[in-house]
């Protein structure tokens, strides 16, 4: 049976949109998962779909579409991945719907009191960091090793806000150095993960599929 996988996000020209590009041919051959581009300003009924990503590339052109989106993706419990832009805007969703924060993002609505996402203390745009996978989460379950992630990232959440998701009971499942948090694990949901690395860069040069994409692809295939 086929599945299929909406990458919510403005597809342009950067590496990421390529590596992403070419990962979707072997989605549909290995998990007969079908992926198609969802732009933020045209976003359409994500019910009907078994698995969002929300994809690099923040700002995005319509924010409150795309946090409205997430709101729809948590309460239909649609299996979700959000990578690098995607875990700030899911922070931000989860911090306003259930935390009643204001939860503003520094690049696109200035620098605040009220910002969840902050610029990094060090730029990890283009710069690779080794994660490690926090035992005893599902996420070490994936990915047992340390590995090196690739990041594209010059804002990630503040550990401020990292600390009231914690308190509210989302999970930091991997870190590395210079990211702080580098995965997200959100409460009473099937599959609801967040990562500042992006697994998928590496596709094009005939990475294997990262062990997170394949734990969310199981988690669609069984939705």
């Not at 503003?104 to 080794?130: F, K, M, W």
Request: net charge negative; with cysteine; glycine share 8%.
């Amino acid at each position: 049976m086929t599945r299929t996988l909406g990458l919510l996000g403005d597809r342009s020209s950067h590496r990421s949109h390529q590596e992403l590009d070419a990962l979707r041919p072997r989605l549909a051959a290995e998990y007969e998962v079908e992926s198609t581009w969802i732009p933020t300003d045209a976003i359409v009924d994500l019910r009907r779909l078994d698995g969002v990503w929300l994809v690099p590339g923040a700002p995005y052109r319509d924010d409150r579409a795309v946090i409205a989106a997430l709101t729809a993706v948590r309460a239909a419990d649609i299996p979700f991945l959000g990578t690098c832009g995607g875990m700030q805007y899911a922070v931000m969703e989860f911090m306003q719907t259930e935390l009643g924060a204001a939860a503003t993002h520094a690049e696109s609505d200035g620098e605040g009191d009220d910002n969840a996402v902050v610029p990094l203390a060090c730029s990890l745009y283009g710069e690779i960091r080794q994660i490690s996978p926090l035992p005893g989460s599902r996420f070490a379950s994936w990915c047992p090793e340390p590995f090196d992630g690739v990041h594209y990232c010059n804002y990630a959440p503040s550990e401020e806000s990292v600390a009231q998701l914690q308190a509210a009971g989302v999970q930091v499942s991997a870190t590395a150095p210079d990211a702080g948090a580098e995965v997200l694990e959100f409460p009473t949901h099937p599959f609801y993960v967040t990562s500042m690395f992006q697994p998928h860069i590496g596709t094009l040069s005939g990475a294997p599929t990262h062990g997170l994409i394949r734990a969310f692809m199981d988690a669609i295939v069984r939705n």
